[in-house]
């Protein structure tokens, strides 16, 4: 299987992160940070061209499940779920959670907590890849944006 589940989306760059951030509430995650890879590249005067937001997402209870499993799978956590531009085509992606996590331990239990956290993942991606999400879910990951509403500017937020 492939390692790797990114699907290319219709939205630009800006528009995919918002949805992006809207469809990770919606599921029970939090976005606990975003880091901004080409705006850094750049502030460091490199050319880089593209477009690249990495989210940290994590939902509560189920990293919790993990870490009462084996303590050391910290390291592989929170999740990611990326935004980037590629010759001018927007994507969403993630490295596969089950296949991540499973290489790193052989617990049947965490099989179950991988498995059910790389649904959920798939589905947020399609869910923030559509085109033509109503404005009132891209106006509140607007808002999630900005500083002092328990969005990324605020800190870090666990979600359910």
């Given amino acids: 299987m492939d390692p790797f589940f990114v699907v290319e989306t219709a939205l630009d760059f800006?528009?995919?992160s918002l949805s992006l951030q809207a469809a990770v509430?919606?599921?029970g995650f939090g976005v606990l940070g975003i880091h901004d890879l080409g705006q850094t590249l750049r502030s460091k005067g490199m050319a880089?061209?593209?477009q690249c937001r990495v989210?940290?997402?994590?939902?509560p209870k189920q990293a919790y499940q993990v870490l009462n499993i084996q303590m050391k799978l910290n390291m592989a956590l929170p999740c990611?779920?990326?935004v980037y531009t590629e010759n001018n085509h927007t994507h969403?992606?993630?490295i596969r959670p089950e296949g991540m996590l499973?290489?790193?331990s052989d617990d049947g239990e965490l099989r179950s907590i991988a498995t059910e956290v790389e649904c959920t993942m798939i589905e947020i991606i399609q869910t923030a890849s559509k085109v033509g999400r109503p404005s009132l879910v891209v106006a509140t990951a607007a808002a999630l944006l900005q500083?002092?509403?328990?969005?990324?500017?605020?800190?870090?937020?666990?979600g359910n």
């Fill in 14 to 16: 800006e528009q995919a």
């Fill in 25 to 27: 509430t919606s599921h």
């Fill in 48 to 50: 880089f061209k593209e």
């Fill in 55 to 59: 989210f940290e997402v994590c939902n």
């Fill in 80 to 82: 990611r779920i990326s």
């Fill in 92 to 94: 969403i992606g993630m």
């Fill in 102 to 104: 499973l290489a790193l």
């Fill in 147 to 158: 500083p002092g509403t328990g969005g990324a500017g605020a800190g870090p937020w666990w």
